[in-house]
């Protein structure tokens, strides 16, 4: 009996320590690097400072991205299957990363993404990865500039 309630007051401590730590499942986050600043993938939603949310509906979308075919035709690129031995440390910095949460309901004043291969786009990207998707350099790319669309950040 002493053994199921020292069992019962260690498990939501292990619990509260994991929630406290901010992450749930271990290993990195896609990130990346911007502007001196870190940008990353939250792993807890409600952590993040930033949440977007992607859409079918181009009409719907505050913000395009396209998926680029090439490197040089993008805004932005990953690529991290070259070479096996990543560099650690690559999203590491001094500062307290900007985190991103991709959300399924979003708030009236969040980036709405719409993804696509063709049309206009306020960001281009190319993704040629093991560890990001094209949802995810999207979500990061738009959360390094604030939310906000290229082109209006760049008219300002």
Known sequence: MLRLKILASAVPLAVFAL?????????PHPCIEAGGATVQIASIPWLAQL????TDDPAAATVRVQVSDSAEAADFAVIDDIDDD????ACESNGVPQLVAISANPAATDPVIYLSQDGPADYRIFVH???FSARDAAALIV????????????SL
Do not use: D
Not at 86 to 89: H, R, S
């Open 19 to 27: 929630v406290a730590r901010g992450e749930f499942l271990p290993g």
């Open 86 to 89: 990543a560099e650690p440390g």
């Open 51 to 54: 949440h977007v949310s992607f």
């Open 143 to 154: 959360g390094a500039h604030g939310g906000h669309r290229h082109l209006q950040a760049a």
């Open 129 to 131: 990865s093991k560890s």
